[in-house]
């Protein structure tokens, strides 16, 4: 992208950048204003994660919910949320009324059990689940049901978002440490 | 010309032509279509890109294939039901058919009418004019062997506007066309036109096309050919993005923990760019102000060691991030957080 790009706000590519910065560093943002300062290394590697939940979730809100990717990564980010907020309320109450579990006496981890909008169906094609395809379907998120054609375009779509949010942390990095 | 296709026996009666050696009478039959279709063309002046397939698509041997007796009858129901027009072609192939013959009908208007109603009317075809029964027989032959393509490739998930490669895309009252959601192929000269291989044949372009657009994003894949190649840069690309992602965001970790409070300023005026409704890039572009004093510990971090300087900056996103300090505006309102972090498992709140 040439920065002499007069509108450059019409280039999609910068407008997912832009949008992209914003809802990373307001997420940023709640982090540190939830926990300062990291003590031992448990919590770095609780706030890598959550950054990097973070920085996923950001970029697949920015697209919305247009492409099979961005819904996938957007359901995982909010079942994950719902477990985890069921978990530490079984933690403190034992509470189990929200899950679907119906035995659930002891309450240590109540997985809420939600129909998963991706859901793999691998008797459909035994060939789709093998080879390079697989590890690609591996890879670009939510896009393990879909004929080779679709997964194609989600692959491309996802290449370019992901490029777009590694331009755009890298320039954070470098703005954080060279100024 | 001898005339009828020992198929059109049943729909026009009495029209017993002595057809003798198949092929040849195919073969002229396909050579009379040509000059129907060039006509054709010449009416509707190749706006459709259809035809120059169309008038390939001469194969004898794989066109006779085509010609079952079975889509005769699906005509002859087609037929009479030709005056209705709003009809989606979703449920019978020959509904479907029928409609896309209506499609194709339509645009070759003039002599299609008159073939109509004279097999509707189900008259001898003594009173078909030679050239019209030529031309009714052309016609009949596209419609066996495009709706033999077609029914296979009811494709309706997938379909695009732009695939329909019907002449009658660009007028206006053949909308019938338009709502289709088939993929209407036509068999190309030497190439198989069985429908398995057509749907194949589709389905191949479309995975190739992908691919070639796919490889303009990926960087370096311009030697490679080939779906396997192809695909394992692909693999590899995504992958060290990934990587990439993870490497930035232990740095980000890091510099940001140490300095909150420069995040939050950072964040604030960000924001407040961003929600002045300016262009926000051609704004933080003139606001280039000192930059912000970071506290030592930033750069103390094993991480940073990985990263190189030397960057290659957007200015546009360089500027992005270098604002002024004076430009504080503390009462900034939040908008309803279009994203607040699940971490202590808060609800997320999407935008969609």
Redesign the interface.
Known sequence: MSPSQQPSSHNPTCLIKNRFAHRFVRALNNLNIKNRSPHDENQIYRRSHRVKIAAYAAMASVVGSKRAWSRAVLWKVRNRSRNQGLLVSSRRKRVDCKSKTSNDHHAKVSVVRRRNPNPKREDLDPFRYSGQELKLRKLVPGAATMDSCCLMDETADYIKCLAAQVEVMKTLVDFYTTT | MNGASPECHNNIPGNTTGGGGGEVSVFERQQARMKWQQQQQMLFNGNDHQVPNMLSAMQPSGLIGNFAIKPDPGIENGWPDFSYGDQLGYGSGFDHMNQNTHSRMTSFRPPLMADQTILQKNSSSASLSPKKRKAHENQKLKVVSEENGVKEKELKG?SDGDSTETSSKEKPKLTEAKKQEYIHVRARRGQATDSHSLAERV?RE??SE??K??QD??PGCNKITGK?GM??E??N???S??R???M??????S????S?EM??S??LQ??SL?EMGT????MVLRSIGS??S?PET??V?SC?NQ?Q?T?T??????N???MELQHDTSTIPFQT????????????K???
């Open positions: 997938c389905r479309k995975i992908r691919m657009y796919l994003l990926v396997a695909l394992d692909i693999i690309y995504v992958q993005l990934q990439q992602v993870e930035f965001v232990s740095g980000e970790v510099a940001v923990g140490y909150s995040a939050n950072t964040y960000l924001n961003l262009n926000p890039i051609d930059p912000v970071i930033f750069v971090s940073f990263i300087p960057v900056w957007d200015a546009d996103l360089q992005l991030y270098r957080q279009k994203f607040t972090g699940s971490y202590e498992g808060s609800n997320l999407m935008e969609m």
